[in-house]
């Protein structure tokens, strides 16, 4: 069984990080539906990057798609909360 403990030093507190920018982006009123659509937004960018990694194609072609994939996931600019954004 792999251990949780992180093993990289500075890294202990990413989540931490993550979450407390996850709480400041999605206001106190969102639903759960529209706080896991931005926090899988703000993710999908890194698995993109990652993903691409070894692809022939330009930076700013992953960019481009990486921020497209990311826009489909967030929740629609109508809902209550998104004025809080």
């Known amino acids: 069984m792999r251990s949780r403990t992180p093993?990289?030093?500075?890294?202990?507190?990413?989540f931490a990080k993550l979450a407390e920018l996850?709480?400041?982006l999605v206001g106190p009123d969102a639903s759960v539906e529209e706080e896991l659509r931005l926090r899988s937004a703000l993710l999908s960018?890194?698995?993109?990057?990652?993903?691409?990694?070894?692809?022939?194609?330009?930076d700013a072609?992953?960019?481009?798609?990486a921020r497209d994939i990311a826009h489909q996931l967030l929740?629609?600019?109508?809902?209550?909360s998104a004025g809080t954004r």
């Open 61 to 65: 072609q992953i960019a481009a798609v």
């Open 7 to 14: 093993t990289h030093p500075g890294r202990e507190n990413a």
């Open 75 to 80: 929740p629609p600019s109508d809902t209550p």
């Open 22 to 24: 996850f709480e400041i």
């Open 45 to 58: 960018v890194n698995i993109v990057l990652l993903a691409a990694q070894g692809l022939k194609t330009s």
